[in-house]
């Protein structure tokens, strides 16, 4: 069993920047792919990064790349998403999701909400003007 905390969130002004935690419980970094989700009312639930617990490698939808970076720190157990530039399209409930590592490619993780076996509580995150 993982469970998942969030911390992080808040409003901030258009431009501006925040980094959001997610504090893993259960299992070690290094045996979960991690995902950062967003949701926005009236849309689907949306991958933003996602992050290979067995390669490190990173992902990222399009509208937030060179924007948002993903990082772990093993020591602690936690994952970052250290979000710049923000604009007001980035408002929204901010998930931390796991699942147990796989061989698979990362990007299979973002593409699905269904994909995750693990999430957290949420993070609001509002982008103002």
């Known amino acids: 069993q993982v469970t998942l905390e969030e911390s992080g969130g808040g409003m901030v002004q258009s431009g501006g920047s925040l980094r959001l935690s997610c504090l893993a419980s259960g299992l070690t970094l290094d045996k979960i792919d991690i995902a950062w989700f967003r949701e926005v009312p009236g849309k689907e639930r949306e991958g933003v990064s996602c992050?290979?617990?067995?390669?490190?490698?990173?992902v990222y939808v399009d509208s937030v790349k060179d924007r948002f970076s993903m990082s772990r720190d093993h020591a602690k157990n936690t994952v970052y998403l250290q979000m710049n530039n923000l604009n007001l399209e980035d408002t929204g409930v901010y998930y931390c999701a796991a699942r147990r590592a796989r061989m698979t490619p990362i990007q299979a993780m973002c593409l699905m909400a269904s994909a995750p076996e693990y999430w957290g509580r949420g993070a609001q995150v509002t982008v103002s003007r």
């Open positions: 992050l290979s617990g067995h390669t490190g490698k990173e």
